[in-house]
Nanobody, 125 residues
Framework: QVQLVESGGGLVQPGGSLRLSCAAS????????IGWFRQAPGKEREGVSC???????YYLNSVKGRFTITKDKAENIVTLQMTGLKPEDAGTYYC???????????????????WGKGTQVTVSS
């Protein structure tokens, strides 16, 4: 059974950092593309980052240079390191996956079969 469990969310001041983790079970995350999406209240859900099986990474333009996605093969975990957080980064962050190996150029709009329950990120002073 495929399961994605997010952790690491919390309250942080603008300019601060958080490290989100996505623990995968039921499959080997290293073999597939894993992504992070977020949704703020009253806003549409948007893709934040994605990492392919070969560790090729993709980022939403607004987070480039601030967020880093990585894989821990041994632990079957995908991590999103977020720095320089802004109030507009706040929202519920979801880990997503599907049975595909590459994120591809359409990763922002693709559908994903598997979603975690999310972890809340609040950026406020």
């Amino acid at each position: 059974q495929v399961q994605l469990v997010e952790s690491g969310g919390g309250l942080v001041q603008p300019g601060g950092s958080l490290r989100l983790s996505c623990a995968a079970s039921g499959f080997t995350a290293d073999y597939y593309a894993i992504g992070w999406f977020r949704q703020a209240p009253g806003k549409e859900r948007e893709g934040v980052s994605c990492i392919s099986y070969d560790s090729t990474t993709y980022y939403l333009n607004s987070v480039k240079g601030r967020f880093t996605i990585t894989k821990d093969k041994a632990e079957n975990i995908v991590t999103l390191q977020m720095t320089g957080l802004k109030p507009e980064d706040a929202g519920t962050y979801y880990c997503v996956s599907d049975w595909k190996t590459r994120c591809g150029s359409t990763w922002l709009t693709d559908s994903y079969a598997y979603w975690g329950k999310g972890t809340q990120v609040t950026v406020s002073s």
